[in-house]
DNA sequence: TATTATTATATCGTGCACGATATAAATCAC
DNA sequence: GTGATTTATATCGTGCACGATATAATAATA
């Protein structure tokens, strides 16, 4: 062992968290697209309209706050799901600013399919369910934790 | 506990897997952007040059498969980072298909920032470097069953 | 109540990300 | 060796993703 040695000098893009993460969400976008591309709806209107089924009716800023994105994401997508018939989007009359977004019953149906694309998908990861759940929470902690840090 | 009590019905978005990469995925994005702002650089440009850094005078497809990538996506990245002075692109003479990539003196000054960066956002991580190097794995793994199970 | 500031959403410009297609070079088949 | 196929990269169209800015409505303040 020369006493030069560098340990983890550069780390490799292997080695590093955000390559990871860019590339294992790049990896499920592939593997959703397939389940998805059927349905005529991409990723992250899939996203949106999972958020919705759990909660309905609320506005273009509950929803960017929730999937946290920004309006200037957000607004186009929910446009696009209301062009596709999903939704409805509703100004508010007490506050005229706001813009109420509501599932049609098509938007609603396509619930049914949500399940079994994500029994699908799970099965794909090859990783048990209770190690899932375990790095569901460990990679939520971390985005917590960079978006606290990143204010 | 009524006996049609429905458990884990539809997981709402914060319990699947996807909605966490998705998430982090960009709060990773986000966080490095205020380090690579004032170096001109965007996040998969600064991917792309830390593969550079590890391996260099490669093509564009070695830079694809490694990134795991297409070329529509990597060719203009190369193309804005070769603008940017941080490399050059040549044509190889054996098979004259091949491009072949090489990082300019710019270029490899860019990676004296890197520890520094790397250090700054796994700190934000707050998590400890031998749970992140398993997280890392682990997500890695993860990774790689999803393309393998979607070929 | 005017004026100012804040808030909710929308629009615009740039850069990914990727499927589909194009192009040209190399390889294969005969 | 000529035609067919494969391979490496590039181009194009669509949809995010986001910062900056715009717009209009509400709230705060003088």
């Given amino acids: ?6 340990i983890a000098e550069t780390p490799g893009v292997d080695q590093l968290i955000c390559f990871a993460l860019y590339s294992a ?3 499920m976008n592939r593997a ?4 998805l591309a059927p349905l005529g ?3 992250p ?5 999972t958020a919705l089924w759990e909660a309905d009716g609320v506005t273009i800023g509950t929803l960017c706050t929730r999937l946290m994105t ?3 994401t957000m607004t186009p997508i929910v446009k696009r799901l209301e ?7 509703k100004r508010g009359t007490e506050d005229e600013r706001q813009v109420f977004v509501h599932l049609t019953k098509s938007g609603r149906k396509l619930q049914d399919e949500a399940d079994t694309i994500t029994r699908c ?7 048990a369910h209770a190690k899932l759940d375990k790095l569901v929470s460990e990679i939520s902690a971390m985005r917590d934790s960079l978006i606290q840090n990143n204010q």
Avoid: C, F, W
Wanted: proline share 5%; net charge negative.
């Fill in 25 to 27: 969400s790049h990896a």
């Fill in 1 to 6: 062992m020369p006493p030069s040695e560098q």
């Fill in 32 to 35: 959703y697209k397939s389940h």
């Fill in 45 to 49: 209107q899939y996203i949106t309209l």
């Fill in 70 to 72: 920004e309006t200037s």
């Fill in 83 to 89: 062009q596709l018939g999903h939704l409805t989007r």
């Fill in 121 to 127: 998908i799970i099965a794909d990861t090859n990783v």
């Fill in 41 to 43: 709806l991409t990723y």
